[in-house]
C-alpha cells in the first residue's frame, strides 16, 4: 500500500523541567501533550562485584508503570532505552561504577517509549553525565488511509495499522534505535524514518532552548 | 579554532556540539604559523582534530588558552590535588578506608599524617571526618588519599570534628564559595561568626557557638545553591535583622 500526501510533522505540546527532585543525581521530567514521564538518573555510584564491567560503567535501567509491578512489557521497553544510552554515553569514562536509571510513568496517551527515551535524555544530561551525543525519541503511526501522524495520541495509535518508534541522534541524525509493531511496507519504512528525522530536530531544538533557560539563572 | 571559542564564550552548549581545528581561510604570509594550543578542562574532549562537548553548560575562558564547561553537578568524581571531607568507614591494618561519596572508598594510609610513624599511629577512629587531598584519583585504579602535603606538613587537612554539623550541597556552590573574593562568604562572615570546613566532594561543615546558629547557616548554604544572587542578599539581610 502506498503512503500518500507529503506528511507535516506535526508534534504536540512539549514541556520538560529539569532538577525537580532533590535525591538523585540528575532528574527531569518530560511532557509530550498529555503523556507525562519522570526520570532520575544516579552515576557515577557503587556497583556489586557480581555486576562490574572492569572496562566501562554498568547501566541499569527501570520503568515502572502507572499501576502495578514491572512486567515483560517494560522489560522490552528498558532494553529499548538501554540500547541508546549505552551508545550515547561515554561509559569508559567511569569503569566499575553503575549508572541507574529510573523512568516512572505519570501518565500515557500514546508515543510512550519516545516519551521514556526524551526523558531519559534530559535525566542524563542534568546528572552531568558525559555523553558523546544527544538522543531523541519519536514516535510514527501509520493509519488505515495510510498517512503517517507523528507523535499519536493513545486513541490514534489504536486505530493505526503500524506504530513504530525511532532513537535519532542530535549529530549525524541516524538511527539509533527502532521499535516496530504492525504491518506496513519497505517504502512506508523509509518515509517514517524521514519524517522522525525531520521531527527529531525540533526536538532538539527545544532541549537546547530548555537548558538555557535552565541555565539563565546563573549566567 | 580558540577564536571559534572564544566568541561562543559564555553561551550554553550540549553534549555533540563540537569545535574543529579546520585552518583559516587566510594564511599569513610574513609571520610565522604556529599551531595554536588549547588547554581543554572538564567537560570538554580531544577527538582526533576536533573538540568536542562532552557535558551541558556554560563555556567558560581563562586567558590565554583555557577552556572548560561550567555546568551544575552533584555526583562527586576524585581529581588529584582537590581537597575532600571524607568519613572513615574501615580501619584495617596499615590502611583506612574513606568514603567521600564516589563510586569507591578510596584509602588513606596511617603514615599519610603529620609526624605518624610505626610507633607512633594517629588517633583516627571509624566515623571520623579526615579533611584530606587526593594524592591519586584516575578512573583505573582505586583512589588514595593523603592528609600532609608534599612538604610533610599537615596544612589544615586531617581528623576534625567535634561539635559541628555535616551536610551536601552541589559541587558547583562549593566551587563558588573557594573563589578568592567570594560573594556569599563575605555575606556570611557579616552574619555570625562560624568555623567552615568546604570540602570539593559537596560536603560543608559547619561550627558556630550555638545549635541554633549552625542549623540557620547550614540552612542558608543549603538555599543559596538555587537562588540567585539578588534572593540570597534579601535572605541574608532578613536573617541579620533578627528573623531569629
Excluded at chain 1, 540500547?83 to 561515554?90: N, V
Excluded at chain 1, 546528572?127 to 501509520?142: E, K
Aim: overall charge neutral.
Amino acid at each position: 500500500m502506498e503512503v500518500c500526501g507529503s506528511p507535516a510533522v506535526t508534534l504536540r505540546e512539549f514541556g520538560c523541567e529539569q532538577s525537580l527532585l532533590s535525591r538523585p543525581d540528575g532528574s527531569a521530567s518530560f511532557i509530550q501533550g498529555d503523556t507525562s514521564v519522570l526520570a532520575a538518573a544516579y552515576g557515577p555510584a557503587e556497583v556489586k562485584v557480581s555486576k562490574e564491567i572492569y572496562d566501562r560503567a554498568t547501566l541499569d535501567v527501570l520503568i515502572q508503570p502507572k499501576v502495578g509491578l514491572p512486567s515483560v512489557r517494560e522489560r522490552a521497553q528498558e532494553q529499548c532505552v538501554r540500547e541508546t544510552c549505552e551508545a550515547s554515553l561515554l561509559l569508559s569514562l567511569h569503569p566499575r561504577s553503575s549508572l541507574t536509571l529510573i523512568l516512572q510513568l505519570i501518565h500515557d496517551d500514546g508515543s510512550i517509549l519516545s516519551c521514556f527515551l526524551n526523558a531519559a535524555c534530559m535525566a542524563l544530561m542534568d546528572a552531568g553525565l558525559p555523553m558523546s551525543f544527544l538522543f531523541c525519541g519519536v514516535t510514527c503511526a501509520i493509519d488505515v488511509d495510510g498517512q503517517i501522524i507523528t507523535d499519536p495520541t493513545a486513541a490514534q495509535e489504536k486505530e493505526s495499522r503500524a506504530v513504530m518508534t525511532f532513537a535519532i541522534d542530535s549529530k549525524e541524525h541516524k538511527v539509533m534505535m527502532s521499535s516496530t509493531k504492525g504491518s506496513f511496507s519497505v517504502n512506508e519504512l523509509q518515509q517514517c524514518v524521514a519524517v522522525s528525522q525531520k521531527a527529531s530536530e525540533k526536538i532538539f531544538q527545544f532541549y537546547r532552548d530548555s537548558v538555557k533557560r535552565r541555565y539563565s539563572k546563573i549566567l | 579554532m580558540s577564536s571559534a571559542l572564544r566568541d561562543r564564550t559564555g553561551e550554553v552548549l550540549l553534549p555533540g556540539d563540537e569545535f574543529s581545528f579546520d585552518t583559516d581561510d587566510t594564511i599569513s604570509l610574513t609571520g610565522p604559523v604556529k599551531p595554536e594550543k588549547v588547554v581543554c578542562g572538564p567537560g570538554l574532549r580531544r577527538s582526533g582534530d576536533r573538540l568536542l562537548v562532552c557535558k551541558s553548560g556554560v563555556l567558560r575562558h581563562k586567558p590565554p588558552n583555557m577552556f572548560w564547561m561550567d555546568s551544575q553537578q552533584r555526583r562527586y568524581v576524585p581529581a588529584k590535588g582537590e581537597t575532600i571531607i571524607g568519613i572513615v568507614t574501615v580501619k584495617s591494618g596499615d590502611v583506612f578506608k574513606v568514603d567521600f561519596g564516589g563510586s569507591e572508598q578510596a584509602s588513606l594510609s596511617y603514615l599519610a599524617f603529620e609526624g605518624a610513624t610505626k610507633r607512633n599511629r594517629p588517633n583516627v577512629q571509624v566515623g571520623d571526618l579526615v579533611f584530606s587531598q587526593f594524592l591519586l584519583a584516575n578512573q583505573d585504579m582505586e583512589p588514595e588519599l593523603v592528609c600532609v602535603d608534599s612538604s610533610g606538613r599537615a596544612n589544615g587537612m586531617g581528623v576534625f570534628g567535634g561539635g559541628g554539623l555535616l551536610f551536601t550541597v552541589s559541587l558547583g556552590l562549593v566551587r563558588r564559595l573557594l573563589t578568592p573574593h567570594s560573594e556569599i562568604l563575605s555575606d556570611l562572615k557579616q552574619l555570625f561568626p562560624c568555623e567552615l570546613v568546604m570540602g570539593m566532594n559537596g560536603r560543608l561543615w559547619v561550627k558556630s557557638c550555638s545549635l541554633q546558629q549552625t542549623l540557620v547557616i547550614s540552612n542558608l548554604l543549603q538555599s543559596c545553591d538555587t537562588m540567585t544572587a539578588q534572593q540570597r542578599r534579601e535572605l541574608f539581610r532578613r536573617v541579620a535583622q533578627g528573623a531569629l
